[in-house]
């Protein structure tokens, strides 16, 4: 059984850049959510998907988008990167509404 | 608005006594309670949970306590060894969604 995988690990942007930041889940989930964590913080929610559609959102801006594809793996797209951007992108899988399993994240630095 | 809080953003312990790592909530709509573990350049790893119909559940060495009329759990780490060195998250699930909110994390250092 393979875990949540995320690609790539470290990214380095500039302000105004745009990102895209990738998540296979882990075998037979069928539900991915996205969470930014800043230095010193918990993750903070930002979406989730489930059946490809979009199941729920936070607190960010429309600039967060994402997508979800018939395997279940997950995409995170940020336009018009901000320097407060700069954060560790996990991603978690789940069956359902059970406990998250999360990737070792991507880590995406904004100069 | 942090409707989930963790006061205590680090904690040290002697090898072998009790670590508790607290953790404080504001809503009750709350249902299910998770503690994560992380280690550095790892993502959070699931450690043990609580519905909120039970005050106590117990894994192993790990015991999660949940006080919903003081809007409080804990998790106790019974006894504790270096390995659990690591930050605590605990997670608390909004009823009927799958939308959890974190605290901001407890650093524990289990001295040898």
């Known amino acids: 059984e393979t875990g949540v995988t995320q690609s790539p690990t470290h990214l380095i942007k500039t302000r105004g850049q745009q990102v895209t930041l990738r998540c296979s889940s882990q075998s037979g989930h069928n539900t991915v959510s996205w969470y930014q964590q800043a230095l010193g913080q918990g993750p903070q929610f930002i979406f989730q998907y489930y059946r490809e559609e979009e199941n729920g959102r936070g607190n960010f801006p429309p600039r967060f988008s994402g997508l979800q594809f018939p395997n279940y793996s997950s995409e995170l797209n940020v336009n018009a990167l901000e320097l407060d951007d700069s954060a560790l992108y996990l991603c978690a899988s789940s069956l359902g509404t059970g406990e998250l399993f999360f990737g070792e994240g991507s880590r995406l630095t904004v100069l | 608005d942090q409707q989930v809080k963790q006061n205590s953003p680090s904690l040290s312990v002697q090898e072998g006594r009790i670590s508790i790592l607290n953790c404080d909530y504001t809503n009750s709509m709350f249902d299910y309670f998770l503690w994560y573990k992380k280690y550095p350049a790892e993502g959070p790893t699931f450690l043990i949970s609580i519905s909120s119909i039970k005050d106590k559940n117990e894994d192993g060495r790990f015991t999660v306590f949940l006080n919903k009329s003081a809007k409080h759990l804990s998790l106790h780490i019974v006894p504790s060894q270096p390995g659990d060195s690591a930050v605590y998250f605990c997670?608390?699930?909004?009823?009927?969604?799958?939308?959890?909110?974190f605290g901001s994390g407890t650093k524990l250092n289990v001295k040898p």
């Open positions: 997670a608390a699930r909004l009823y009927n969604f799958n939308k959890f909110y």
